[in-house]
């Protein structure tokens, strides 16, 4: 079983301070949150950026701040969201992916968001694996219902992603798949054979289904931008506190955290 590759999603683009006071905001604080968060276990950021004001902004300059103060402070794997936020144009969410990180995600298709929805026509998901293998940024294929796996493989049949191929399912967002540990099994039966995930259980279902990926020999993602609690009615102190559980888990059924070195090496990422 591969060692065990923590991702601490730390801002994403909905949670607010008055939600959850401890939220970073600056580089700065998201620097300083992602070396905990190393400290702590992970060995990957996944990337959002704030403006000033707590907005979410996919802007290229937020992004070179947030990133070279991350590699200022820690080794992590950074890996940024295409996602951005609910609405914004492919244009916009493409912006951090010319900063040429190690990896970034790549949504495979449209999906409901709670009251809104999360456009990902066929078209655009050619033009992501376009932009992501021209910058050479590692793709993970972002999951929220069976049929975005085969969206993946579309674009590997057309030569746009290569292997080794990584998902994260992310399980639990109001219209998308529901998270349960049936629909995890059920997800994981379908990947192509040779390819690594992990699971974003949104809220409470962070805990329960990243536990259960640990003993599947999967991957797990925590983090406030799926999950602000650490226990019901008790907000989490940071996000390094979600990672510190969940390493606290693996070690109790003795699987070794990886490394940001050696998550790169399972994840196909050259060492630069």
Same mark, same amino acid.
């Given at each position: !079983?591969?060692?065990?590759?923590? &991702? ?10 008055? *939600? ?13 949150? #992602? %070396? ?23 802007? $290229? ?12 402070? &820690? ?12 609405? !914004?144009? #492919? *244009? ?32 655009? =998901?050619?033009?992501? %694996?376009?932009? +992501? ?22 674009? #590997?049949?057309?030569?746009?992603? &290569?292997?080794?191929?990584?998902? *994260? ?34 809220? $409470? ?6 536990? =259960? ?12 931008? *799926? ?23 693996? #070690? ?14 399972? +994840? ?5």
């Amino acid at each position: !079983m591969q060692p065990l590759i923590i &991702t601490a999603a730390m801002v994403g683009a909905e949670v607010t301070r008055e *939600d959850q006071p401890h939220l970073p905001i600056t580089a700065e604080e998201i620097a300083t949150a #992602a %070396a905990a968060c190393r400290d702590a276990g992970a060995s990957i950021v996944h990337l959002h950026v704030r403006n000033e004001d707590g907005t979410p902004t996919q802007s $290229r300059e937020k992004f070179a701040e947030a990133i070279e103060a991350i590699r200022a402070k &820690t080794d992590v794997i950074i890996q940024v969201s295409t996602g951005g936020a609910v609405g !914004m144009t #492919a *244009d916009e969410r493409l912006q951090p992916v010319s900063l040429r990180p190690e990896m970034a995600t790549l949504t495979c298709g449209t999906v409901n968001f709670g009251q809104q929805v999360f456009m990902n026509a066929p078209a655009d =998901l050619i033009r992501f %694996a376009q932009e +992501l293998q021209m910058y050479n940024v590692r793709p993970e294929f972002e999951i929220f219902d069976a049929g975005m796996i085969q969206n993946a493989m579309q674009l #590997a049949k057309a030569g746009l992603v &290569t292997p080794p191929f990584h998902f *994260d399912f992310v399980l639990g967002v109001p219209g998308a798949l529901p998270a349960s540990a049936k629909n995890l099994l059920f997800l994981t039966e379908l990947l192509p054979a040779g390819a690594s995930w992990s699971v974003a259980g949104m809220g $409470r279902h962070q805990l329960s289904l990243g536990a =259960l990926a640990i003993v599947l020999g999967g991957h797990v993602r925590v983090g406030f931008e *799926d999950n602000i609690y650490y226990r019901k009615g008790e907000l989490a102190e940071s996000n390094a506190q979600l990672v510190e559980r969940m390493a606290r888990i693996a #070690a109790e059924l003795e699987r070794p955290l990886a490394t940001p070195d050696e998550a790169r090496q399972i +994840l196909g990422i050259a060492m630069r």
